[in-house]
T-cell receptor
């Protein structure tokens, strides 16, 4: 069955450093992959989408890579800030319109 | 950006009663919406797919008679938790997809915290 693994449940870093979160998937060949941010008690918020033919995507301080050979996506937040503290979820997907299946997420804590 | 509104954001109900949760896409039409449930420190688990004008499709292990879904219009889906029990206490989130070329961007509601006492 399809499996999505995010590197660790919790990641603690200092303000100003780069946070790197990992998403691995197995038994799956996604056409694209999305990253979401979820704050406690709130629904996920879309951050970035990367397609299988794209190696890298950037948006402000965020960068996502997608390696279909390794079956892995990396999510980077540069110059991290305490406000970046949240849970980040990855969701590989294959078909437009279908429900997203999420990994457990990585909870990032950025200390000042 | 697109907005999905979910209501109520929290509700406390007595065991045995029913609770209705609404999910609206405010600025786009959604023929399909998805309902998720999330327990503390767990991932979002897909419960069912709500289809406008037809029956919802439920994931394995989700009781369709307990979690009634109605997709009455292109902008509204409702989830009714019937005869709620304390084990139904959870965070329920709806999602409406909007197609972006070959990909789909999912927009989520704010979530509903249900507590059954």
């Amino acid at each position: 069955s399809q499996k999505i693994e995010q590197n660790s449940e919790a990641l603690n870093i200092q303000e100003g450093k780069t946070a790197t979160l990992t998403c691995n998937y197995t038994n799956y060949s996604p056409a694209y992959l999305q990253w979401y941010r979820q704050d406690p008690g709130r629904g996920p918020v879309f951050l970035l989408l990367i397609r299988e033919n794209e190696k890298e995507k950037r948006k402000e301080r965020l960068k996502v890579t997608f390696d279909t050979t390794l079956k892995q996506s990396l999510f980077h937040i540069t110059a991290s800030q305490p406000a970046d503290s949240a849970t980040y979820l990855c969701a590989p997907a294959n078909q437009a319109g279908t429900a997203l299946i999420f990994g457990k997420g990585t909870t990032l804590s950025v200390s000042s | 950006g697109a907005v999905v509104s979910q209501h109520p954001s929290w509700v406390i109900c007595k065991s045995g009663t029913s609770v209705k949760i609404e999910c609206r896409s405010l600025d786009f039409q959604a023929t399909t919406m998805f309902w998720y449930r999330q327990f503390p420190k767990q991932s979002l688990m897909l419960m069912a797919t709500s289809n406008e004008g037809s029956k919802a499709t439920y994931e394995q292990g989700v009781e369709k008679d307990k979690f009634l879904i109605n997709h009455a219009s292109l902008t509204l889906s409702t989830l009714t938790v019937t005869s709620a029990h304390p084990e139904d206490s959870s965070f329920y989130i709806c999602s409406a997809p909007r197609r972006q070329g070959v990909a789909t961007e999912a927009f989520f509601g704010q979530g509903t915290r249900l507590t059954v006492v």
